[in-house]
């Protein structure tokens, strides 16, 4: 019975290694790659920011395209409703 319980405890300080030498690989592994990928990054955030700049400034010109579209369209109705509205309120204050 000791010797299963011996031979329990060799695997498991085994596994515990083997895990740990696989962690610390896979670690090696992560920083290696990032170590690697890094000057790529660092071309691609110029261009990740002109991309960005560009969006906004889109967006922004569309927005400010639907509000203009919006107010020539309302400008004109008000001023028709207001050449209707006032002979109209005149003829209601005088009768």
Not at 34 to 39: A, E, G, R, S
């Amino acid at each position: 019975m000791f010797e299963l319980l011996a031979l329990l405890v060799v695997l498991v300080i085994g596994c515990a290694i083997i895990f740990a030498v696989v962690g610390a690989a896979l670690f090696a592994v992560k920083v290696a790659l990032k170590v690697v990928l890094l000057p790529f990054k660092l071309l691609l955030i110029p261009l990740v920011a002109v991309f960005v700049i560009v969006k906004f400034t889109v967006v922004f010109a569309l927005g400010a395209a639907l509000v203009g579209v919006i107010v020539a369209v309302i400008v004109p109705l008000v001023i028709v409703a207001v050449l209707v509205g006032i002979p109209l309120a005149i003829i209601g204050v005088v009768t």
